[in-house]
């Protein structure tokens, strides 16, 4: 058939030939290309990624193939899809493959989690804003201002109170796949907070009060076992009507990271964190408590304390008292802890 096609055309090249070729050129074309395979061979060249959206359908997909060169029709991966069985399943993301592959390689290709690209980030218990944002631009490569700018509390249905985003950006394990832009890796980090506050219960009407407190017994509490009896120590003072006096968040609006605090901090009262001058809760959390802090805040360990200290800084052992007496007994023990080693000066500032 070709070769006749071939034969014809050379023939009317000839006198009117030109005209004929003109008019013709597109079929003629089509019935050449038709012993043209319309598939590549091979596992393909040069690297390339491609982004599957959520709801392509399989004709979405091949079709992207095609445009970005993957495949070589959209044809030969859409008949390859009607033809597999147990139907392909695609999870939405961006994928690594590569220019000029066979349908069936790339299919193989997109069907492997080796090749989907994502940033994951961990974020831990007590971590703050200031160092939760640079570590999601590291991670995601988005600019650190764009994560700045879009962090504005009352755009992710926080407390118009509330100063910035902690006690809101939940610690976990964080996957991102890569285009993934600012507003939206906020608002998953949120997101996820919220369902944590509702797993454990916590109310609508006492949720920002909530994650105050738990913010405070994140940073304060030696370990998750006392988290109960630190909460309990904050919640009986603010029942008393004592002041919280808690370096923690003192150090959280002084802009340091001490565990201790200096007269001069503790006097300021420029810093609407500070507990040793305002009292009750301060003006915002000052952490990120993860679940533990959580569910202690919201059930306290019962018990009369009134003071903790902890007297070993390494292992977090901690002294609950009731009388100012019996905890300065215990702050004597934290200085004698301190002293007797060089070793602990590291966790004595």
């Known amino acids: 058939m070709v070769t006749i096609v071939a034969v014809v055309i050379l023939g009317l090249l000839g006198g009117a030939g030109a005209y004929v070729w003109s008019a013709f050129q597109p079929e003629v074309r089509k019935l050449l290309a038709l012993n043209e395979p319309n598939d590549y061979t ?42 597999t069985k147990p139907d392909p399943v695609f999870q939405p993301g961006v994928y690594k493959v590569k220019k000029q592959m066979s349908a069936k390689a790339a299919l193989a290709a997109l ?25 999601l631009a590291k991670t995601t490569g988005l600019p650190l201002a764009d994560l700045q700018a879009a962090a504005k509390p009352a755009d992710f249905g926080l407390p118009a109170q509330a100063p910035n985003l902690d006690g809101f950006l939940f610690p976990a394990t964080y996957t991102f796949d890569p285009g993934v832009d600012a507003k939206t890796v906020i608002k998953t980090l949120v997101d996820r907070s919220f369902q944590a506050l509702d797993a454990d219960g916590v109310p609508a009407d006492k949720r920002y009060n909530t994650v105050i407190l738990a913010s405070i017994v994140q940073k304060e509490a030696g370990s998750v076992a006392d988290m109960g009896k630190v909460a309990r120590v904050f919640q009986n003072r603010l029942d008393q009507g004592m002041d919280l006096q808690s370096d923690a968040t003192v150090a959280y609006g002084a802009g340091v990271k001490t565990v201790f605090t200096t007269d001069a901090q503790r006097a300021d009262a420029s810093n609407p964190y500070n507990t040793y001058v305002h009292q009750g809760l301060p003006v915002g959390p000052i952490s990120n408590p993860g679940d533990d802090a959580i569910k202690a805040a919201l059930n306290p360990t019962p018990g009369p304390w009134l003071y ?23 702050v004597q023990q934290l200085q004698d802890w301190c002293n007797a080693s060089p070793a602990n000066d590291a966790y004595c500032k």
């Open 111 to 135: 069907q492997d989690p080796k090749n989907k690209l994502q940033r994951t980030l961990t974020i831990v218990e007590g971590d703050t804003e200031a160092s939760i944002l640079p570590a």
């Open 42 to 83: 091979g596992s393909g060249t040069s690297p390339v990624d491609i982004t599957i959206h959520d709801g392509d359908s399989g004709s979405d997909i091949a079709s992207t193939l095609a445009k970005d060169g993957v495949v070589k029709t959209s044809d030969a991966f859409y008949t390859l899809l009607l033809h």
């Open 308 to 330: 903790f200290v902890a007297v070993n800084l390494k292992t977090g052992e901690t002294v609950f008292s009731e009388t100012e007496q019996q905890h300065e007994q215990a």
